[in-house]
C-alpha cells in the first residue's frame, strides 16, 4: 500500500504563487510518472502537469509559462510551483502517481492524494 501525502494548497492573491508538495511513501519499489491534476467547482477533473521518472515534463496548455513542475527521485517528492496565479486557478488540486510495486501482484498501480484546496481571490 502506498499513500501520497500532499501539502502547500491555501488562499491566494491574483500574480502571487503557491508551491505544492506530495510525498509518496509506502511499499515503493519503483515511481514512474507523477503529476498534478485539478478540479474547480462545476468543471472535470483534468491534468494539470505531469513529470517522468527521467524528468520529462508536460502541461496543459492554460499553465504553460506559469506552473513547474519537478520532482526529487529519492525522496519520492513531486513539486508543482505555481506563479503568476489567476481566479481560474482556484480548484482542488490532486497528486497522482504511479508506482511499480511488487505486492500482491507485480504491477504498476496508481494513487490519488487526498487533494489539497487552492484558492486564488483578491
Known amino acids: 500500500q502506498v499513500q501520497l501525502a500532499e501539502s502547500g494548497g491555501g488562499l491566494v492573491q491574483p500574480g502571487g504563487s503557491l508551491r505544492l508538495s506530495c510525498v509518496a511513501s509506502?511499499?515503493?519499489?519503483?515511481?514512474?510518472?507523477m503529476g498534478w491534476y485539478r478540479q474547480a467547482p462545476g468543471k472535470q477533473r483534468e491534468l494539470v502537469a505531469t513529470?517522468?521518472?527521467?524528468?520529462?515534463?508536460n502541461y496543459e496548455d492554460s499553465v504553460k509559462g506559469r506552473f513547474t513542475i519537478s520532482r526529487d527521485n529519492p525522496k519520492n517528492t513531486v513539486y508543482l510551483q505555481m506563479n503568476s496565479l489567476k481566479p481560474e486557478d482556484t480548484a482542488v488540486y490532486y497528486c497522482?502517481?504511479?508506482?511499480?510495486?511488487?505486492?500482491?501482484?507485480?504491477?504498476?498501480?496508481?494513487?490519488w492524494g487526498q487533494g489539497t484546496q487552492v484558492t486564488v481571490s483578491s
Open positions: 497522482n502517481a504511479g508506482i511499480f510495486q511488487l505486492r500482491p501482484i507485480e504491477k504498476e498501480y496508481t494513487y
Open positions: 509506502g511499499s515503493i519499489f519503483r515511481t514512474n510518472r
Open positions: 513529470i517522468t521518472s527521467g524528468g520529462s515534463t
